[in-house]
């Protein structure tokens, strides 16, 4: 089957829904390819930031959004225990400090958001396509090929935009070098049910050279119990009854639920990496979010800076075509000079957090809160700063 669009989005994640959202309300063609039949999948970043929640009142979405069931953070709290004993619990961030339209992060199953963004967007949405090569003509990009349950699917495409994430199909056919900055860390994912007398929001932990964050879901908690990069293969090498162990004791308010995890096949491993792409453009491509730039889960980030892209790419490429031709490599080479400083400035925020705050919490050091977690706590109007780097952004962009 050949399929004939202006542009072809491939991945239908936050930067992919949002820039064919963009794009469809300026007249032009788009299709989105994504591989997966719905968009039900755990463990996918939930967090829906304050600037994203603006440019979602800026399209005129925001009250839809507030109609879906969600929790809402303020604050996010670290506490800090050793040999059972609290050594007290801190607040570095706090995101009612900022003077914004919502001062605040929603968290929102990422199913329910992408299912919003499709429902408004005027653009061609394929399910269960997933794609399989990029086809060129004369060294430019003209489309992709997918395969779905009915056979194989060509896009012809003037314009392919890579919003496929960190393993990015586009950028492994592409070929585009990057710059990888490593991660001391890996998560491991689960989710156990939730008592309404446990903390609310989100919450960490560390004791003992563990270190748990807790993304409050109302009714369950998703849990992520950070280790040292390849750490998850010494865990379940120790078998499921010490991993239970291991958060019973680390987290005393979920001793009478760790039975609720049965199987290892409840458990998920994100094996953390961070780099950036040296170009994200070729003739008649372009890429963004986690395919330009992988994030680490850091603050939950990565999905504010890839809607953030998506804004600074529909401008782009709009413009071009209401000039009446697809952009060209010098054009679509904007976008990357507008959000470099941005991505490369929140990147080395997460490299020093990952080296003052996570690596040390997991690596069996004394778990005292380190200086500027104790700084940050202590200093309320200092709590400003975090909280503007995770809720809005270095750069935010509005529609």
């Not at 603050?299 to 800076?305: A, H, K």
């Amino acid at each position: 089957m050949l399929v004939k669009a202006d542009v072809c989005v491939v991945g239908g994640g936050p930067a992919g829904l949002v820039l064919a959202l963009l794009l469809g309300r300026r007249g032009i063609d788009t299709v989105v390819l994504e591989k997966h039949e719905t968009f039900l999948r755990d463990f996918r970043g939930d967090t829906v930031h304050s600037s994203t929640l603006q440019l979602m009142d800026e399209l005129g979405l925001g009250e839809d959004l507030e109609r879906l069931p969600h929790r809402v953070v303020r604050q996010i709290q670290l506490t800090y225990s050793s040999s059972g004993h609290d050594e007290g619990t801190f607040r570095p961030v706090d995101f009612e400090r900022l003077r914004v339209a919502h001062p605040y992060v929603m968290m929102l199953p990422q199913w329910d958001f992408l299912e919003l963004l499709a429902e408004h967007g005027d653009f061609a949405l394929y399910r269960r396509c997933e794609v399989v090569a990029v086809n060129r003509r004369d060294r430019r990009v003209t489309g992709v090929t997918a395969r779905t349950p009915q056979g194989p699917v060509e896009v012809a495409a003037p314009l392919t935009v890579a919003c496929d994430g960190r393993n990015s199909t586009i950028r492994r056919e592409l070929g585009l070098k990057s710059k990888d900055f490593g991660a001391p860390i890996d998560v491991l994912w689960f989710r156990l049910p939730r008592s309404p007398s446990d903390p609310e929001g989100l919450a960490g932990r560390v004791a003992d050279g563990r270190l748990f964050i807790g993304i409050d879901r109302g009714d369950y908690w998703q849990l992520g119990w950070v280790v040292p990069k390849g750490g998850d293969g010494d865990l379940r090498a120790a078998g499921l009854e010490a991993f239970r162990a291991g958060i019973a004791q680390s987290v005393p308010y979920l001793a009478d639920r760790v039975g609720e995890l049965r199987d290892w096949d409840q458990v998920r491993t994100l094996t953390v990496r961070m780099d950036r792409l040296y170009r994200w453009q070729v003739p008649g491509a372009l890429l963004i979010g986690d395919a330009a730039h992988a994030m680490s889960p850091v603050g939950g980030v990565g999905i504010n800076l890839a809607i953030q892209d998506a804004v600074a790419a529909a401008r782009v490429i709009g413009d071009a075509f209401e000039r009446g031709a697809p952009p060209t490599e010098r054009e679509l080479a904007a976008v990357q000079r507008r959000r470099a400083l941005p991505t490369a400035g929140t990147q080395l925020v997460q490299r020093g957090l990952q080296r003052s705050v996570l690596a040390p919490a997991v690596t069996g050091r004394p778990s005292r809160p380190p200086l500027p977690v104790r700084l940050l706590d202590r200093y309320p109007p200092l709590r400003t700063i975090p909280a503007r780097v995770i809720g809005v952004g270095l750069r935010p962009e509005h529609v």
